[in-house]
């Protein structure tokens, strides 16, 4: 308020030099008239307008720029229809639809206009919600969920939805903790709310606060992986080591494919001095990808109503993983149809297909895919793999061929290459590549197989490849 | 020592005017800027307005009491925008902290000052080619033709990708610092005005004839540079036999076998191509992942010591990843006096290449811990350091990275137990997740003793459109602002927007930061590279807390710096740890000396130094507040 005060007051110069109003009226000193070229306010004959009128306009504008201020300020502090704003004058979010895909602009309308339809429906405002959160349009669907929140305040999942919401935007552990807690108030059965508060925590730093929020987690669900990997990991760092290896041996057991388990479990296993079992899960950590997140139904929900080609094509590829082939292929042709020039998207189509046993189909894909851009190793070696399907052994040997020139230590490729040289009775070869396959994990299919026919392990290449993908 | 701030250009002259609104419009000004800490565009736009309104003297002769209606309304406008502005700030952009108004600034921009003009272009044109948004504007600081003072040069691209690969119409820039302090394009007659489409830099001596020479890495042919020691530099990327193609970024300089000749190790990103365009979540255009592409592995060039250069990767081991690098950071980080190289990789996880002493490297980034954050997760590397941060006198690693993931520190709890992420622990991790890093370094801003972090940002995604973005449209809504720590001495830091001036306060598309003592006054100053917008120079004025001491360590057998020399200075009780490295950050090159800040302590007890080929050398006590070179065989050999 001072400050206030202070930004009407004039600097001591100015106010020595400012003429009164008074000192208008009665001063006019021909020097004077000249500099400030002012028409005499008694002096009807005088160009401009009356001095009533002139003060009475001044006082119109005065009031007008108060007006506008004072509207500015009800706006922002209310979050109503300001220009530039995304929301309406009934806090409805308003959603630029530029570039947007039609079917993502469509469905997006479409729940928009159930919110207009049904202001006070808090099951439209969540619907709304959730399909801009789908569509990572998180601005609008952190107002949705707030409002829906309000409409509904016993509803667990708007409290949920909306606390993940400011995870995703990057906000402060401060700001969604509480929201995550409210959420727990309202579910305290669902463990996943536990595990990000976890997260939430270990991001703070506060690793008690984390440890206990894992813990609570698994209470809840004794089979969540991921709060296995992240308690055991907190524990390595507290100096719990005993603890959590445990833990880490739990998480490996229930994900096995979790990369990032595996990498701390090499550590823990390192630091009890077990550098035998730290190689081994390093090696087997080298070949895995994929680190996974937390099983979360409530937020699958949202993501399931995802209609725009790239998440059409991150679920294509979730469901090729787990193995959903039909699926796969039909969101993969989805997202193909929308990006026809995408070759990301024909190559992991090629792959579902083929494994769907659609070879021809899945072999114009990879056509298709590699005329629009060079393939990574994994394109070629399914490529490869669908051509062995085919019996077209020498196209097989090619990607495999190429998939290695692009990783030399591809383990899978030089496994399916190894397999394919043997049964062309070409066995030097075939050892060769399964040495190469074994070097960088001992537990690799392909050291099996050379036990199976009796030749050495001993690998021709010692290095290890990290960040290669496995084959499919 | 506050910046000018633009949307008080438009008023001083109204402070001498007499009519009461005019100063009313300047108070009110004053008013905003007190609760602003940046202009903003209706700020800006209000002002222009005001000027019009009250234009220079010769119009003043008309019109006054509309002008001064006018103003009066302006006035109260102004409050309403400020009112707006800054709550509109502190609700969507920087939830965690409050950017106050500045009482005194740490860092003043002297860019103008020093007659730095520089701008990068990316030469984007709408087409969203992740080249344009991920790489460029890379900087280094460093004396070009040995007169002590330390000269700039800058990366650029050019107009439009992909003809922009053919069509070489913006070269890179090297500044030459005068003895006023003034920077000189210097550029043409150098012969460094490289016309790639360029991303990083990296200095080193390569032939040891105590001159830098240039590495340059682009998006197509890298280029090599010999100093030819008259200000000038030839090409002699075919005659040193470097083909390094692709996309390069971040490259150092290091010694990995001991030889006395530094090979050089280049980050390689991805197998970039023009026929893939990505869409966000919502079907519209962005700039595509590096998962888009297909990784490539990184390259390691053994200098042979007769001006050429092998690719020793796949015999190195260096081959065997294939990973979307950005940044690097070489430095013997499991203190077994051979130097180690880790790799921040963007979206993959990192690599800690371990010296195996026999020319191979063995990548325990996963057992040592450096390889995922604390949740197991891989993180979009971009910007990497090593330096002690909690004075422990080992080196710890630091990482930037992408918005909703924190910045990461791997503290080292020494060779047996490895690195743990202390993020959070730290205070590093909160306050970076709503911002993308990049170019980071470490540094005692105001000598106290401990290593305090600095950090550049811009987004790679479009975001919501921060107050004061500098950019023109579209780029303003990848602008940020950066990022400066303080240390408490023991590894834990504090964001300090209050003290950091216009680094903090500009919003631009931050890449590149190298750091350096650029007025030789004692203590470190920034410079950032920032894409599509103008490489700025930050002069370090803050608050002395303490002495100082800059050591360079040469090696004259080798007639250069000792790159990869540990510096360990001891001061009463107290022992503090830096290393003579030129490479780490983003696609940048630093001053190579080792920069002590003493606090309380006017000598230091004694230096060890720790040379590269491993041997330790005591030299003795020397007062502080000074520059002091030391030379190889000087000191007294330790056990």
Request: proline share 5%; charged share 25%; hydrophobic share 35%.
């Amino acid at each position: 308020m001072t400050r206030r005060r202070k930004s009407a007051k004039m600097s001591p110069a100015a106010e020595a030099r400012r003429p009164s109003r008074e000192g208008d009226l009665k001063r006019k000193p021909d020097d004077e008239s000249r500099r400030t070229s002012r028409p005499d306010p008694l002096d009807p004959t005088a160009k401009g307008k009356h001095p009533r009128r002139r003060y009475q306009a001044l006082t119109l504008v005065l009031i007008s720029g108060l007006a506008v201020a004072a509207g500015a300020y009800w706006i922002r502090a209310t979050g109503k229809g300001a220009p530039g704003e995304t929301a309406d004058g009934n806090g409805i979010p308003i959603l630029d639809s530029r570039g947007v895909e039609p079917k993502v602009a469509g469905l997006l309308q479409d729940a928009r206009s159930k919110v207009v339809a049904r202001p006070n429906s808090a099951r439209a405002w969540m619907h709304f919600g959730q399909a801009c959160d789908a569509h990572h349009l998180y601005d609008c669907a952190e107002r949705c969920y707030r409002r829906a929140k309000e409409l509904s305040p016993d509803d667990f999942e708007p409290v949920y939805l909306l606390a993940t919401i400011l995870d995703l935007q990057g906000r402060s552990p401060d700001e969604t903790i509480p929201v995550y807690q409210s959420a727990a108030r309202l579910a305290p059965r669902y463990a996943p709310i536990y595990f990000r508060i976890g997260e939430a925590h270990s991001k703070t730093g506060n690793l008690h606060a984390a440890r206990d929020a894992y813990r609570s987690a698994l209470e809840r669900n004794p089979n969540l992986a991921v709060a296995h990997r992240n308690l055991g990991q907190i524990l390595l760092r507290m100096d719990e080591t005993d603890s959590a290896l445990q833990h880490l041996q739990q998480a490996a057991t229930l994900s096995p494919g979790d990369g990032a388990v595996l990498a701390t479990l090499a550590q823990t296993y390192r630091r009890l001095g077990r550098f035998e079992q730290a190689d081994a899960a390093v090696g087997r950590a080298r070949l895995l990808t994929e680190t996974h997140g937390v099983h979360d139904p409530v937020r699958n929900k949202v993501l399931a109503m995802g209609v725009s080609a790239a998440l059409a094509f991150e679920r294509g590829k979730r469901l090729l993983k787990t193995g959903n082939f039909a699926d796969a292929i039909a969101n993969l042709t989805v997202a193909a149809d929308i990006h026809p020039d995408d070759p990301e998207v024909h190559s992991a189509l090629a792959t579902a297909l083929v494994q769907h046993r659609e070879i021809e189909a899945g072999l114009a894909r990879f056509a298709r895919a590699a005329a629009l851009a060079p393939l990574p190793a994994r394109a070629h070696l399914n490529w490869g793999n669908a051509l062995t399907l085919q019996g077209d052994s020498g196209g097989a040997q090619d990607h495999y061929r190429k998939a290695l020139k692009i990783d030399p230590a591809y383990a899978q490729a030089h496994y399916n290459l190894g397999l394919l040289l043997e049964s062309l009775g070409r066995r030097e070869e075939a050892i060769s590549h399964y040495q190469q396959a074994a070097s960088s994990n001992p537990s690799h299919p392909a050291a099996q197989r050379l036990r199976e026919i009796g030749a050495p392990t001993e690998s021709t290449d010692e290095r290890q490849p990290k960040g290669t993908p496995g084959g499919e | 020592m506050n910046a000018p701030r633009p949307m008080l250009e438009y008023f001083p002259f109204l402070c001498s005017e007499p009519q009461a609104s005019a100063c009313a419009i300047y108070h009110c000004s004053r008013f905003c800027q007190e609760q602003w800490t940046r202009h903003t565009k209706t700020g800006n736009a209000l002002a222009r307005l005001a000027a019009l309104v009250w234009a220079p003297p010769a119009h003043h002769q008309s019109g006054g009491r509309l002008r001064c209606v006018l103003s009066i309304s302006l006035a109260t406008l102004f409050i309403a925008a400020c009112r707006n502005d800054t709550s509109k700030e502190t609700h969507n952009d920087e939830p965690q902290t409050q950017r106050r108004g500045n009482t005194q600034t740490w860092f003043t921009e002297i860019t103008d000052e020093v007659g730095l003009e520089f701008t990068h272009e990316t030469g984007g044109r709408g087409d969203l080619w992740l080249p344009e948004i991920t790489g460029g504007a890379g900087a280094a600081l460093f004396d070009y033709d040995n007169d002590g003072d330390l000269d700039i040069y800058l990366t650029s691209a050019h107009a439009g990708l992909p003809d922009r690969l053919t069509s070489r119409t913006l070269t890179n820039r090297l500044y030459q610092q005068e003895p006023s302090g003034h920077f000189v394009d210097v550029t043409q007659a150098s012969g460094l005005g490289d016309g790639g489409y360029g991303m990083g830099v990296a200095i080193g001596d390569i032939d040891n004839d105590g001159r830098p020479d240039v590495y340059v890495t682009n998006l197509g042919p890298d280029r090599l540079y010999r100093n030819r020691g008259d200000g000038t530099f030839e090409d002699i990327t075919v005659a040193a036999g470097i083909d390094v193609d692709g996309w390069s970024t971040s490259a150092s300089f290091l010694d990995y076998d001991r030889d006395g000749f530094l090979d050089l190790f280049v980050t390689r990103y991805v197998k970039h191509h023009f026929r893939r365009h990505c869409t966000d979540q919502a079907g519209r255009r962005e700039y595509c992942s590096p998962r888009a592409f297909v990784p490539t592995h990184d390259i390691l060039l053994h200098n042979n010591g007769d001006g050429t250069f092998n690719d020793v990767s796949p015999a190195a081991g260096i081959a065997s990843v294939a990973a979307a690098g950005l940044g690097v950071v070489c430095a013997d980080l499991n203190d077994d006096g051979w130097m180690d190289i880790y790799v921040a990789n963007d979206a993959y996880a990192n690599n800690l290449w371990i010296n195996q002493h026999d020319g191979t490297f063995r990548d325990d980034a996963m057992i040592l811990g450096v390889a995922y954050n604390l949740e197991g997760q891989p993180e979009a590397g971009m910007g990497v350091l090593a330096a002690d941060l909690d004075n422990d006198l080992d080196l710890d690693l630091f990482v930037t990275h992408l918005v909703q993931e924190t910045n990461t520190l791997y503290r080292n709890f020494g060779a047996a137990t490895g690195f743990f992420d202390v993020s959070g622990e730290s205070g590093l991790a909160v306050s970076s997740m709503i911002h993308t890093g990049f170019g980071t370094a470490a540094l005692d801003i105001e000598l106290d003793g401990d290593l305090d972090l600095v950090v550049v940002n811009g987004r790679v995604k479009l975001g919501l459109l921060l107050s004061g973005a500098e950019p023109r449209p579209p780029w303003d809504r990848y602008a940020e602002p950066n990022l400066l720590y303080l240390n408490d001495g023991s590894g834990r830091f504090t964001l300090s927007e209050e003290l950091c001036g216009p680094f903090c306060n500009r919003m631009e598309i931050s890449r590149g930061l190298a750091i350096g003592d650029i007025d030789a006054d004692g203590d470190l100053d920034l410079l950032v590279a920032n894409a599509q917008g103008r490489a700025r120079l930050y002069r370090n004025d803050a608050p002395r807390q303490g002495h100082w001491l800059m050591v360079r360590a040469v090696d004259p057998a080798l007639r250069r710096d000792a790159i990869g020399a540990k510096i360990t200075v001891r001061c009463g009780e107290r022992s503090l740890l830096r290393t003579i490295n030129r490479g780490f950050g983003y696609l940048s090159s630093n001053d190579p000396i080792a920069h002590f800040g003493l606090g309380s302590a006017d000598r230091v007890d004694w230096i060890d130094v720790r040379w590269p080929d491993g041997l330790l050398e005591r030299f003795p006590a020397t007062p502080a507040d000074r520059r002091i070179e030391l030379f190889r065989g000087n000191g007294n050999a330790q056990q």
